[in-house]
């Protein structure tokens, strides 16, 4: 059991906090809003920053299997 970052996008405010602090893991779509697109291509304490900080709070952990 692993967890990754996902982003709930029908709250991201496209503010792009997340794909300026770690562009090897987010990015914004054409559409302007974030998505997670390398899930572990940084450290689980990197990403928590991200997820602490995202203004509407809408950067969680998602427990997957592996
Ligand atoms: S920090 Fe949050 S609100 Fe801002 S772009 Fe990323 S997911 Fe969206």
């Known amino acids: ?8 996008r029908y ?3 496209g503010c792009s906090f ?10 914004l779509t054409p559409e302007g809003i ?3 697109y390398a899930p572990t291509n940084a450290k689980p304490v990197e990403i928590q920053k991200v ?4 203004p509407v709070n809408c950067v969680h952990w998602f427990k997957v299997n592996n």
């Open 51 to 54: 997820i602490d900080n995202c």
């Open 1 to 8: 059991m692993t967890k990754v970052p996902r982003i709930n």
């Open 18 to 27: 997340c794909a300026l602090s770690l562009p090897g893991v987010f990015r």
């Open 34 to 36: 974030s998505e997670v």
């Open 11 to 13: 709250e991201c405010s």
